[in-house]
């Protein structure tokens, strides 16, 4: 757990601090698609379906992501979803 708690970290304290601006670009859709797939490997863990995310202002997703960086973590995931997930983080980040 401790690779993707880091992961998470480290984006969110990359991006927490941005204004609007900065979210342009693409960059809400590449962070909002990430918190998505989040929010689905934890009703994968959970044993839930998969339901859509709102899509809030671009500003707000850090929030977003905290949220569901902390249930994933809370759900009890596999070895295989917290590797998906870490990668999925490192490759978002990537991208900023």
């Known amino acids: ?5 880091t992961a998470a970290d ?3 304290t990359q991006v927490r601090h941005w204004e609007i601006p900065r979210w342009q670009d693409g960059r809400g859709d590449r962070v909002h698609a990430l918190a998505q797939h989040l929010a689905n490997l934890t009703a994968d863990a959970e044993g839930r379906p998969h339901r859509t995310l709102p899509r809030e ?3 707000v997703l850090p929030d977003q992501l905290r949220v569901l960086a ?7 995931p596999s070895e295989r979803q917290l590797a998906e997930a870490v990668e999925a983080v490192n490759q978002v ?3 900023l």
């Open 70 to 76: 902390d249930d994933l973590l809370a759900a009890g």
């Open 93 to 95: 980040r990537g991208t």
């Open 1 to 5: 757990m401790t690779d993707f708690a």
């Open 10 to 12: 480290r984006l969110l």
């Open 57 to 59: 202002l671009d500003v």
